[in-house]
């Protein structure tokens, strides 16, 4: 559908302005990405206080629901318009959602008004991440990636060891609200220095508005990541509401597909499903938030339930695993300058597989240190995964695609974690009974565990796919074989 005013937007030889400087950028963009990575947690040691003030224990689950689902629905959204009106508009607006949502998280009168401004958070955070990421792409080398996407990473890391216990000292000494109002000052520092620091060179020229093409694939990829999430739990999944919510999201996929197969400038162009480093990274990327989401959601539950260990002491075995990640992630770079990005990514998969089969063994008698050590072992090869799967697709494109890139990557993360959400939960739900003994959550959740390293071993497989040989860094583009892009 094409729009009677078409928006002006950069063409493909738009680059980073002289006047932008990165030092200060890259701050804004940790900056940013640390708003989002402490709303994924800091939430979660908050919600009794919250509860008793708002009640609506039933609905408390879906705090943590709508976020997941409005951030991954618009990430294919704002990763096209990047590509249509440039980088900084995006991500300023982004920063606008999230400051907004989370003033009015903060003055919730009830749970669902809460859920509400949650859903307008997501929002915000779609925009958020995956411009990161391609802003950080976009002004710095291939050479020079990695390490900014080390420290990227190392924000979620921080996060993970930070949010929960930032959570826990606002609702104990504070106010629960303090959780979002503490994001007012941040979002408005981090708003300030990229409006700045940011400068993008814009060739205008005139594009259509996929809008039919973005409404199919927001209510599809809704509809659908919905019915992963509750079925199964809010409602059973032969349930007539789980069936017409599957449904129905299938068919508006499909009718994405097509929609897009006429589009002039789709929303997410289909080529991107035909490029095998393009489908590679996205699978990789996918598994990714599979693994990633099993260990995040039952190592503590495991820690504290069968172990008997206090949630301090959990977190920490699971802060291992965001530490190794970032420190793995930051050496990604000599080696896929070195070895390629192939080469890296099988020698990080090798390494998850590692720490995935340390899982396996874990039982009643396992001490912590155990847990520690699977969980770091997975995070390093995590970072020489991850990092090396997304530079190469970034930098197999140019400028004006590669915010569709990042953002097909970050929404197949989003969809691996949504699926990983209903299959380790159905899981555990039909390993354990009405009120759970520890032997029964250790059975159930090394089902998860195994389903973990299975998956593992899948994602080992996919870094096959991507491209061999070693990135040419003169032209800042992929050198592999001629078959990586047919």
Not at 458 to 484: F, K
Request: hydrophobic share 55%.
């Amino acid at each position: 559908m094409t729009s009677s005013a078409p928006p002006v937007a950069p063409s493909r030889s738009t680059g980073i302005g002289l006047r932008s400087e990165r030092g200060p950028i890259l701050l804004s963009l940790m900056l940013s990405t640390s708003l989002v990575a402490l709303d994924s947690t800091i939430i979660a040691t908050a919600i009794p206080s919250t509860v008793d003030d708002l009640g609506g224990f039933t609905q408390f689950p879906w705090l943590f629901s709508i976020y997941l689902l409005a951030q991954a629905v618009s990430v294919p959204i704002y990763g096209k318009l990047a590509d249509v009106v440039g980088r900084k508009p995006i991500m300023l607006l982004g920063i606008a959602l999230f400051l907004a949502g989370s003033i009015l998280c903060g003055l919730a009168w009830n749970m669902t008004a809460l859920i509400v401004f949650r859903a307008i958070q997501g929002l915000g955070a779609g925009a958020v991440q995956p411009m990161s990421i391609t802003i950080a792409g976009d002004i710095y080398t291939l050479t020079e990636r990695a390490r900014s996407q080390a420290y990227l990473a190392s924000v979620w890391g921080m996060s993970a060891v930070v949010g929960p216990a930032l959570g826990g000292l606002f609702a104990e000494h504070l106010s629960w609200r303090w959780i979002f109002w503490i994001n007012i000052p941040l979002c408005v520092l981090a708003g300030w220095m990229l409006w700045r620091r940011f400068h993008e060179n814009v060739t205008r020229v005139r594009r259509s508005i996929d809008y039919a093409g973005a409404t199919t694939l927001t209510v599809g990829s809704a509809l659908l990541i919905l019915g992963l999430l509750e079925g199964g739990q809010a409602w059973a999944w032969t349930s007539p509401i789980s069936i017409v919510v599957l449904t129905v999201g299938v068919l508006a996929i499909v009718a994405f597909v097509l929609l897009e197969k006429r589009a002039a400038e789709p929303v997410l162009p289909l080529w991107v499903l035909r490029r095998r480093i393009l489908v590679a990274a996205s699978l990789v990327s996918l598994l990714v938030g599979a693994v990633l989401f099993g260990l995040t959601t039952y190592v503590p539950t495991f820690a504290q339930d069968v172990l008997g260990a206090t949630p301090v002491v959990a977190g920490f075995a699971l802060a291992t695993l965001t530490i190794g990640w970032p420190i793995a992630a930051s050496l990604s770079g000599r080696l896929y300058l070195r070895c390629g990005f192939r080469v890296t990514a099988i020698i990080g998969s090798v390494l998850v597989v590692a720490g995935s089969a340390v899982s396996i063994t874990w039982g009643v008698g396992t001490s912590l240190w155990s847990l520690a050590l699977g969980c770091f072992v997975v995070g390093l090869g995590m970072g020489l995964v991850a990092s090396p799967s997304l530079i190469a697709a970034q930098s197999s494109v140019g400028w004006g695609d590669r915010g569709v890139v990042t953002a097909t990557s970050m929404f197949a993360r989003s969809i691996g974690s949504a699926v990983g959400v209903a299959a380790f939960g159905a899981i555990v739900n039909a390993g354990i009974g009405a009120t759970p003994t520890g032997p029964e959550l250790a059975a159930a959740t090394h089902g998860v565990f195994i389903a973990g390293a299975v998956l593992s071993v899948v994602m080992a497989a996919a870094v096959l796919l991507l491209p061999g040989g070693r990135p040419d860094t003169e032209s800042h583009e992929v050198a592999s074989d001629p078959a990586a892009t047919g």
